[in-house]
């Protein structure tokens, strides 16, 4: 496999990642509850998430309401949210980056600088990934530590959202996509160093032989 297909391949990781994070991001499924209603005993299923919550019963009617305020969300969530919003941008500048970096592209003209610009692509898209884990790992953990509190009703506790899982999915795109980057840098410095390495004896091999046919 040679540096094209590493960059495409690292690239095509990277998109699927970063819209993984931002459909992980939108959707309210980060904390998922499931209880009986007393008073109807019907079922409820509420899901939580960064910018809303919503409600289904068990007749299949949803209702959600956004958040009034920032403040509206428990603390995990507000970091959360911070968090996914630096992730998103951050991933964003990376494969903007990646343009200029790119051979299919003529933003950047040296070609040379180009293996460079893929390595700091390769840099941010791996910070990006961080970013997105720490809250879907934070939440998580806060999920864990309330089913596992006594103290709790069972109308409080939560379970994990399928917006979790996909963060979690999307952060481990994010770190291959920008892990592959980095290593077509390195794939193409150690190419580039092996050329020299081999031309370069053949270069003084040819001036001996012109200094010797000019004695």
């Known amino acids: 496999m040679d540096f094209n297909h590493l960059q495409n391949l690292g690239i095509t990781l990277t998109i699927l990642g970063w819209f993984s994070a931002m459909v992980s991001c939108i959707l309210p499924m980060w904390k998922v509850t499931t209880f009986i209603d007393s008073p109807t005993m019907e079922d409820q299923v509420t899901w939580e998430g960064l910018w809303m919550s919503c409600m289904m019963l068990s007749t299949g009617q949803m209702q959600c309401e956004v958040y009034d305020s920032l403040l509206a969300l428990p603390q995990d969530l507000q970091a959360a949210r ?33 293996p460079c610009l893929a390595l700091t692509s390769g840099i941010i898209l791996i910070t990006s990934g961080v970013l997105t884990l720490i809250p879907i790992c934070w939440t998580a953990n806060t999920i864990i530590h309330d089913v596992h509190n006594p103290l709790l009703l069972e109308s409080q506790k939560r379970e994990l959202g399928a917006s979790l899982y996909l963060g979690w999915a999307a952060s481990g795109l994010l770190f291959l996509g920008g892990g592959l980057l980095c290593f077509t840098y390195c794939f193409g410095r150690s190419k580039f160093i092996h050329i020299i390495q081999f031309t370069t004896p053949q270069l003084w091999s040819s001036r001996s032989v012109e200094v010797t046919t000019l004695d």
Do not use: P, R, S
Request: hydrophobic share 65%.
């Open 82 to 114: 911070a968090f996914y919003i630096v992730a998103l941008l951050v991933g964003l500048i990376a494969l903007v980056v990646y343009l200029a970096a790119a051979n299919c592209t003529t933003i950047m003209e040296n070609k040379d600088f180009k």
